[in-house]
DNA sequence: CTGTTAGCGCCTTCAG
DNA sequence: CTGAAGGCGCTAACAG
């Protein structure tokens, strides 16, 4: 900066001053500055102005695991938001495991990061709110906090869930099968609450037998499918809450070739042309990674001092069906 | 840190010290400036180390289109690359616009990034060269450098797109079509040039009315395949540049209902239970982002001093045979 | 082993 | 409208 002011015939500060936009400053003189930073191709360090100005311009972004198309369109609508507000993002990966959060949380915090978003990995949220109390703002994306208070975005999962089992009651289903995540997950709890006040609501019971709760990939979907599957007394339908497990279902109808529905949570390319009874809750991934951006610039924006509650956002299920739907 | 020095009866120093495990710090001191540190929930900022350290610890991407499975498992390579040696990733997306693309660099230059990985939206790369030149290293992805020297990691397009082509005409095929990008880019260029070596190599010569060039998307894909089949002198095979064109092309066989076989680069899920005979050419995404991680950090602790040569790498690709293939 | 001095590059404040 | 002084929080380099 100092080249330039001498290039420019001024001092730092007026380039300082020009650089930022400043009207105070005469025409002329911005233009022989302008025209010395071009000349010598000078860039402002923003490390020296942040730490001067205070904050860095930059959020963090922590998700469970970028590889699933869910997160990665969760980051691109994190993304948007922060970019239209001029703020970068520093995204890393937890791949699901709670200490590796906790440190990347920390670096984040090192970093000085105006605000963070977070797709927990585990149930209990205590590390987080530490970010929180040294007064960088947190959104939670997914799932809600768990013993502590914070900003969160959530989807209609209960909603979505009690959705897609209706339509398979409504289609004739009376032994509908459950293929979901361990209950520990927030998710997978919600979602299971769904589908029994779905059976519920006509007046049926579930068949517990007919509940598998553990699978939490493809693999094991699928071999826990063709264990219910193969039961005499096997479904007519099965519910499963997201697309992996969705996806061990299919390969599990694949290997049985029975005529089996199935609903599922989390839309997939190619689900329409693979010619089965399929029925989908989707919603938009983007949207969540929007508003929690939004949320996240408007509690900074708002300053550390402005106590807000805490607010939580839905994001609403939309039930997609594909292929023909026997009953 | 001046409250941590108070609180533990030394100087801002010897607490500097005590951070960076500097080993010439007697062992009681140390505990009790760890102690202090804990006691007051003290954290380094990384904004003021890092201006007077230099660096910021932080590497730039820039990604085409997050959204895309590719581009995600890419930037996760890349994560793990960087996590390895503590630097964080600043990730952005270019929505593959050049003067997009363009303002991000800028960004990641005055964030005074250590270093940048960018996949390039267009053909032309002279906007990366100043980064390049203001001393801040640059590894390109996917696409090749053009007009300008910097260190790479490709996929082996041509290989790859021979490979499958060749196992078509093995299989009997003699009228195969083509299904690609523009021949802009590069990709699209290098996979019809093996495809077209594939048929030399057999002494066959692709017929010019089954190339299409145009489709950028599944929707065009599905038009151009469409349009192919339905020439009386159809082809009896098609390979397709990318997953998307090759999705585009699947709806299209669903459609008509003819027999033909399917090529296409880039595996996707589900392409096995599909049903059709699917050849893919198949490779490992997140080993480009790692490759190109590591090539990164390797030329930044080389220093701006060495004038290393531009390197080049190469990521193998391997052809995956789905459903049966009939001749 | 520990402390002092000085300055990284910028911007806020206060004088011209 | 422009400049000079001072300091953001940290750490190299040099004392002690």
Not at 37 to 48: C, F, I, K, P, S
Not at 274 to 288: F, M, N
């Amino acid at each position: 900066m100092r080249d330039v002011a001498t290039h420019a015939k001024v001092s730092a500060m007026t380039v300082s001053r020009v650089l930022k936009g400043d009207p105070k400053v005469a025409e002329a003189t911005r233009q022989r500055v302008l025209g010395a930073v071009d000349a010598l191709g000078y860039r402002r360090n923003e490390t020296a102005r942040r730490l001067r100005v205070g904050g860095s311009g930059m959020i963090g972004l922590v998700v469970t695991n970028l590889a699933n198309p869910f997160y990665s369109r969760l980051a691109l609508g994190v993304q948007e938001a922060a970019y239209e507000h001029g703020l970068r993002v520093l995204l890393s990966n937890s791949a699901e495991q709670v200490d590796r959060e906790k440190g990347l949380v920390e670096d984040l915090a090192a970093s000085q990061v105006d605000g963070m978003i977070v797709v927990p990995a585990g149930g209990s949220h205590r590390h987080l709110a530490p970010a929180a109390l040294r007064g960088i703002p947190i959104v939670l994306a997914s799932r809600p906090p768990g013993g502590m208070e914070a900003d969160c975005v959530l989807v209609d999962d209960f909603g979505g869930a009690q959705a897609a089992t209706s339509r398979l009651i409504e289609d004739g289903h009376r032994r509908i099968g459950f293929l979901g995540n361990p209950p520990a997950l927030y998710t997978g709890a919600e979602r299971f609450r769904g589908y029994w006040a779905a059976h519920e609501e006509a007046r049926l019971e579930p068949d517990e037998r007919h509940v598998r709760r553990g699978p939490t990939d493809v693999a094991t979907a699928e071999r826990a499918a063709l264990d219910l599957l193969r039961d005499p007394d096997a479904p007519t339908a099965l519910f499963c809450t997201n697309n992996r497990l969705t996806q061990g279902a299919i390969r599990a109808l694949r290997t049985l070739d029975v005529p089996v529905s199935l609903a599922g949570f989390d839309d997939f390319d190619l689900a329409d042309v693979l010619g089965l009874p399929l029925t989908i809750v989707s919603y938009d991934a983007d949207e969540i990674g929007r508003r929690a951006g939004r949320m996240l610039i408007d509690r900074i924006s708002a300053g550390a001092g402005a106590d807000l509650p805490a607010r939580r956002s839905t994001v609403p299920t939309e039930v997609i069906r594909y292929g023909t739907q026997p009953s």
